[in-house]
């Protein structure tokens, strides 16, 4: 995962909030995205899957849409 682009919109409570731009090798790390950074994810935010070319966006509810089919992005499963 790379950050791109972040800019930040605004304070949560104990966070920043950035709308941000990503890179990923693979849509599988898209979930785990928000675990790996200190900084709220806001909608709007973009990641592009470079294996494959897709783009993803953040909705409103806070869910990875996949911008070609319109498909959201499954959560990660609880180990």
Do not use: H
Request: aromatic fraction near 8%; include cysteine.
């Amino acid at each position: 995962m790379v950050i791109m682009k972040e800019q930040l919109i605004g304070m949560g409570e104990d966070t920043a909030v950035c709308r941000m731009e990503f890179a990923v090798d693979s849509a599988a790390e898209i979930p785990y995205l928000g675990a790996s950074i200190p900084r709220t994810i806001a909608p709007g935010s973009t990641v592009w899957d470079i294996s494959t070319g897709e783009f993803y966006g953040m909705n409103s509810q806070g869910v990875w849409i996949n911008q070609s089919t319109g498909e959201a992005v499954p959560e990660p499963e609880d180990s």
